[in-house]
């Protein structure tokens, strides 16, 4: 080699080392989450997650994105996407691991943490792959509602098996959903499709939806309107008789990011499909949809939050500066560990939520708790992944801004999740509906919170000045996301004080409650224990 080409202080790839070993706060939350008999396969999901070959699959998935076949060669109309093998794959193993449909599978104690984690985990493989494997989950409670379309759906959607391609005698299918049109997406209500009764019990549905993701899928759930307002459809690809629904591509969306993934807008031109419900309940019905995928925004958004952490930690790991690696320099330590803190907040909110999931059948509590505790978590850890995706890519400096490094697909992935299944204002709006009409579900987030009442007394000090403040607080619309991120920071300090090291616990109660800290990451103060949060969160790797 020339003596110009000397490679220096570049930091290896991070590449094969465990995502899910490396990372304390979702094995402990995977263990009080009752779901330890999934450690031994979770561990094997974090092997291959943070593999190169894994990796490598991802870069190509989005940087080969998918492609839009309107019509075969004779000019029949197909409306078909056609995806790299990268894709095919990424989808294979996600189905194989059961991230679709594992708790529907299977009802045991600690299902659905489990699958929680391993979806945290896979996350940080590729995102865009894991749209239609959530929806594809989100579904199947709503299709059982409807016993006669649960029995001929859900053998396929809970399938271990992924088949690409749309055939009517499929051993397996995989479902999306279509609410938004070109009018508005938050607002449903104003929904233009209109769906006619045949008299056999099908629907035709005329119309367009101006975006639905995973246009592949063979079964999407849809809202049009009937004569007595919203319903929600039913709507194979593929029809009974074996030919195809009229399910026309229009164009694919050119995206910020989620690149790999498929978003789509789509017409219906008496399109054949069933009713879920009754008529005029179709947003109550689909609305069982779109919380479950909330949750996985917040599942989502914490693996997003620790993919990112970690390239920085590794990066400053390797990396020197002014005769010291970053890693030791006093002021990236308390970066670093700032960005630590968020992420573990958001990890164990994540699988707390999912362990409501998993108890809400059996305890009010736990109902009430999955049901304002996602809305929250959905708002709040949405609004900090763009935060976190850019501080981390600072991290790296320049080398962060360069797309091979990965930054930059997590820093245009980030946003996402904080729009789709109800932007920040409609979310902590829902937050303000339900503290409001269900006093109970209030009581019920504030016994969670009180939890660790003795363990901080700033949290302590901050629960009881909110209870004062709810009743007044719960009517003013404007103070919607003020009111919501001081809850969702009370559970995240709450749940850290429980079941977190002392460093952590006492660095986010400091920072997010007591303002001890300025606004910026790396602002911790100086009475924090930065060598613990850090030793915590970044330990195991291979550095
Ligand atoms: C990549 C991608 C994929 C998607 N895939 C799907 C899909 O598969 N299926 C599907 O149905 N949809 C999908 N969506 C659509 C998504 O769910 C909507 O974009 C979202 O619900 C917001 O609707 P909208 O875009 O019409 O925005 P609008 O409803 O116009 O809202 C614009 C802004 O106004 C705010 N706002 C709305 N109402 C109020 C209020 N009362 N007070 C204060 N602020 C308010 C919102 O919070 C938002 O910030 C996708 C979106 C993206 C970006």
Known sequence: MPATHEVLNQPPPLADYNVF??????????????????????????????????????????????????????????DEVEFHPAWHELMTAAVGFGLHASPWREARPGAHVARAAGFLIWSQVESGHLCPISMTFAS??????QPELAREWEPRLVSDKYEPHLALHKRSALCGMAMTEKQGGSDVRANTT????????????????????????DVFLILAQTSAGLGCFLLPRILPDGTRNRFLIQRLKDKLGNRSNASSEIEL??????????????????????????????LGTAALMRQ?????????????????????????????????????????????????????????????????GTALGKYWVCKRGPAVAAEALECLGGNGYVEDSGLPRLYREAPL???????????????????????????????????????????DRAVTALRQELPRAVQMEGQARRLSERL???????????????AVA???????????????FGTLSPSADVTGILDRAWHQTKV
Not at 488 to 502: D, E, G, K, W, Y
Request: hydrophobic share 45%.
């Open 194 to 217: 209109r769906a006619m009764p045949q008299g056999d019990g099908a629907y035709q549905l005329t119309g367009h939806k101006w975006f639905c993701s995973a246009p592949m899928c």
């Open 140 to 145: 199947i409670p709503v299709i059982r509602r």
């Open 308 to 372: 990112a952490f970690a390239a920085a930690a590794h990066h400053t790991s390797h990396r020197a500066a002014f005769g010291k690696r970053l890693i030791d320099q006093p002021l990236m330590r308390s970066v670093l560990a700032d960005l630590a803190l968020e992420s573990e907040a958001a990890t164990t909110l994540a699988l707390r939520l999912a362990r409501a999931a998993d108890c809400a059948e059996v305890s009010e509590h736990e109902a009430h708790l999955k049901r304002l």
């Open 506 to 520: 006492d660095a986010f109660c400091a920072t997010r409650l007591d303002r001890d800290g300025g606004f910026a």
């Open 21 to 78: 070993d490396a990372d304390q706060a979702l094995v402990d939350g995977v263990c009080r989450g009752e779901a330890a008999w999934a450690l031994e396969d979770l561990k094997q999901m974090g092997q291959l997650a943070g593999s190169e070959e894994w990796q490598y699959r991802a870069t190509l998935a989005n940087g080969y994105p998918p492609v839009l076949r309107t019509h075969d060669r004779f000019g029949n109309r197909i």
């Open 417 to 459: 999740n904080s729009i789709w299944e109800g932007a920040g204002n409609v979310q902590t709006l829902d937050v303000l509906r339900v503290l409001s009409r269900t006093p109970d579900m209030a009581e019920a987030l504030l016994d969670e919170i009180d939890e660790a009442r003795g363990g901080d007394q700033r949290l």
């Open 488 to 502: 969702a920071l009370l559970l995240q300090a709450s749940l850290l004080v429980r079941f977190s090291v002392p």
């Open 269 to 298: 031109d008496g399109t054949w499909a069933r009713l879920i419900g009754e008529e005029g309940r179709g947003v109550p019905v689909i609305a069982e949809m779109v919380n479950a995928t909330r949750l996985d925004c917040v």
